[in-house]
C-alpha cells in the first residue's frame, strides 16, 4: 500500500535530575557536596532512507520518544547522555510542525538529516552550587524537560519525469512498457489510484526515473476527486510528458484534454507551466487516430509543443520519446527557488514572560525561562525552594504580579506547578 501522508508525535527526552550527596570517607570529616549532573536527553532526528518508498510504517506506529538522560550519581559521577532517536523517513518527505503549519524539514537527499525535537539538559548536581557563601549546597537541580511537537508528514516523489492526463489515456501501459514498473492495467477509469516509479535506461550510465501520475480531472487543483494527492508528486519533476488519447474513442476532444490538463497544472502550481512538455499522441495502433492525430500535430506546433506518435500496445515511438526527454534531461536547469516570506525576529531578553489571568481568578505566568525553572526546580527541597524565590524576584515576576493587583493567598499559576501568593 502506497501512503504519503502521515502525521506523528515526536517527544526528545528529559534530561536526567542532578544528585544531591555528600563525601562519606574515612579521614575526610568535611568531604563537601559530591552530586553529579544528570546526562542529556536523546534528541529526536529524522534522516533519510533510500529503501523506503512510501510512509506506510506511520500507519502503524505514530508516537516515537527518545530516551532520558541518566540522572547524576554519588562521587561526582555525571549521568551517562541518551542516544539519538532516529526516524527513517523516504526521500522527498516535507515535514511541517502541525501546531504553526511551517514547513520545518525537506529531506531529498540520501542520509539527510534534521534535528526536530531537542533533549533537555541534564540537571545540575549540589556539587555545581558551591560557592563562596554558600560551601554546602542541599539541593540540585531535576532535568529539563525535553521538546514535543505533532508533525506532519508529506511525501512528493523524486522523479524526473511525470506522466500526466486524463484517466484511462495510457499512462500506466507506456510507464509498463519502458521500464520494468508493473502498474495494474484494465480498460476502465482510475486503475491507477496511487503514483507509480519506474526506472528507464537508456543505456549504460544514462538512466531517469519517471513516474505514473493517476489520472486528473477537472478541478483537481481544489482537491475534487483525489487532485492534491496526485498533483503534489510531480512538483519536483524536470520535465512532463503530456500522455492524450489521440484515438477520440472515449468521446473527448484531444485538444480539449490538453488544455484541460494544463490548466490544472498552472492553478495548482505555476511553475509546473514553464516546466518542459513533450506530447505522447497514445493509441496510435487504432484506425481512428490517423485522423485525430494530423489535426493535433497541427495544432500543437502553433503551440510550440513537441509531439510523438506512439503507442503504448505495440510499443511503437516510445524509444523516440524517452530518448528526447533524456536529451531535455540534460538541458534541464535547475529553476530559482520561490523567495520564501522573511521573517524578522526582534531580539527579546530570555526570561521574557506574561501574565494573564484565568477563568477562575488565577495568575497564570507564561514564559520559556520561568518555565524552564519551574521544571527544574525540586519544591520538596526548602534550600531549591529558596533559591527558586531569589531568580523569580530577580526577573521581576512578584513586581509585575503586584503590579496587576495580586492580593494576599491568590493563585499563582506556572505550568503545571500551582502556589498561594505570599508578601
Known amino acids: 500500500m502506497f501512503i504519503d501522508r502521515a502525521k506523528i508525535y515526536i517527544k526528545a527526552g528529559d534530561g536526567g535530575n542532578g544528585m544531591s550527596s555528600w563525601r562519606r570517607e574515612k579521614f575526610v570529616p568535611r568531604g563537601g557536596p559530591s552530586g553529579g549532573d544528570g546526562g542529556r536527553g536523546g534528541d ?91 560551601r554546602a549546597p542541599t539541593f540540585a537541580e531535576k532535568g529539563e524537560p525535553g521538546e514535543d511537537k505533532t508533525l506532519l508528514l508529506e511525501l512528493k516523489l523524486l522523479a524526473d519525469v511525470g506522466l500526466v492526463g486524463y484517466p484511462s489515456v495510457g499512462k500506466s501501459s507506456i510507464i509498463s512498457r519502458v521500464s520494468a514498473a508493473k502498474p495494474e492495467v484494465a480498460a476502465y477509469h482510475f486503475t491507477t489510484l496511487t503514483p507509480v516509479l519506474g526506472v528507464f535506461s537508456l543505456d549504460e550510465g544514462h538512466s531517469f526515473v519517471l513516474a505514473d501520475i493517476p489520472g486528473l480531472i477537472e478541478g483537481a487543483h481544489e482537491g475534487v476527486g483525489l487532485g492534491h494527492d496526485f498533483l503534489r508528486h510531480i512538483e519536483r519533476t524536470k520535465v512532463i510528458i503530456h500522455v492524450i488519447d489521440v484515438s477520440g474513442l472515449e468521446g473527448r476532444d484531444p485538444i480539449e484534454d490538453y488544455h484541460k490538463i494544463n490548466k490544472e497544472l498552472s492553478l495548482y502550481n505555476e511553475r509546473l507551466a514553464t516546466r518542459p512538455q513533450v ?91 520561568i518555565e524552564k525553572l519551574v521544571a527544574m526546580t525540586n519544591f520538596d527541597n526548602d534550600e531549591g525552594v529558596r533559591r527558586f524565590q531569589v531568580i523569580w524576584r530577580k526577573m521581576g515576576i512578584e513586581a509585575a504580579l503586584k503590579e496587576r493587583g495580586i492580593q494576599e493567598n491568590d493563585t499563582v499559576r506556572i505550568r503545571d506547578m500551582e502556589f498561594e501568593f505570599k508578601q
Do not use: C, W
Open 44 to 134: 529526536v532526528v529524522l534522516i533519510v532512507d533510500p529503501n523506503i518508498n512510501t510512509l506506510m510504517d506511520f500507519r502503524y506506529k505514530r508516537k516515537f520518544a527518545a530516551d532520558n538522560g541518566v540522572h547524576g550519581q554519588t562521587k561526582n559521577m555525571h549521568g551517562h547522555n541518551a542516544e539519538i532517536l532516529y526516524i527513517k523517513v523516504p526521500p522527498g518527505t516535507l515535514v511541517r510542525d502541525e501546531a504553526t503549519g511551517e514547513i520545518v524539514a525537506d529531506l531529498t537527499n540520501n542520509g539527510q538529516e534534521a534535528t526536530l525535537a531537542k533533549g533537555g539538559r541534564g540537571g545540575r548536581g549540589n556539587a555545581r552550587f558551591v560557592n563562596s557563601v554558600n
Open 279 to 369: 506530447i505522447a499522441a497514445n493509441k496510435m495502433d487504432l484506425p481512428e487516430s490517423q485522423e485525430h492525430y494530423q489535426r493535433l500535430a497541427e495544432y500543437m506546433k502553433k503551440e510550440g509543443r513537441e509531439i510523438y506518435p506512439v503507442s503504448a500496445a505495440t510499443g511503437e515511438g516510445l524509444s523516440k520519446l524517452m530518448q528526447r526527454v533524456s536529451q531535455l534531461l540534460t538541458e534541464y536547469r535547475e529553476e530559482p527557488e520561490e523567495t520564501a516570506e522573511v521573517k524578522v525576529y526582534e531580539a527579546k531578553p530570555g526570561d521574557e514572560f506574561t501574565i494573564i489571568r484565568d477563568d477562575d481568578g488565577a495568575f497564570v505566568v507564561q514564559g520559556k525561562a
